[in-house]
């Protein structure tokens, strides 16, 4: 790969592709629809993505389909559940609070892409929307809506994604607390670290 192969401008990336297809300009919303609204209601996943000049940042957030509440036409709520408490998408919405969002459901080839500026509330009644075991997010995004639409299934289809004989068997990677051992190299064995991610896997999810 050499300087000439690059693309370094947008002129020369449009060119490089046919004109935008008139339906996937005119899908753009500037609100929910009832649509949106069903799509966000069944879907257990959503993707992150979040940014800075240093970088940026891709991470799932899943719970029971619903756990993203919309608030009105152009507002959700997103609850922040236990993690590793790296806090890399939080620490970037404080730098920059532009936010794209990616619903998934399981079993369905298109997908709901939403964008907008996220900030983070520990507003109690907010927060008391989400209880497990009498247990509350310590705080949640809210996500003003800039835009919404859908997103065809090509990528999916492709990826064979929800078929089942695509499933991969666990076996054929090496454990997660094996991986952790080996790029970490922390002093427990792996099994060690095995365990314990299990263990919180079982009692550590809220």
Known sequence: MGEKDLITNLEQLRALYPPVMERARLKTLRKLDHHCRDFIGLSPLVCLGTSTAAGADVTPRGDQPGFVHVLNDETLAI???????RLDSLANIVENPNVG????????????????VARITTA?????????????PRSALIVDLKEAFMHCGKALI?????????RVERKRLASYGQMLKDQAD????????????????RTRLY
């Open 79 to 85: 609850p922040d559940w236990w993690g590793n408490n």
């Open 101 to 116: 969002l990616l619903f998934l459901i399981p079993g369905v080839d298109e997908t709901l892409r939403v964008n907008g």
């Open 124 to 136: 109690p009644d907010v927060l008391s929307r989400w209880e497990v075991n009498g247990k509350n």
């Open 158 to 166: 492709r990826s064979k994604l929800w078929q089942a004989d695509y």
């Open 186 to 201: 922390i002093a427990d064995t792996a099994e060690q670290i095995q365990a314990s991610v299990e263990e919180a896997y």
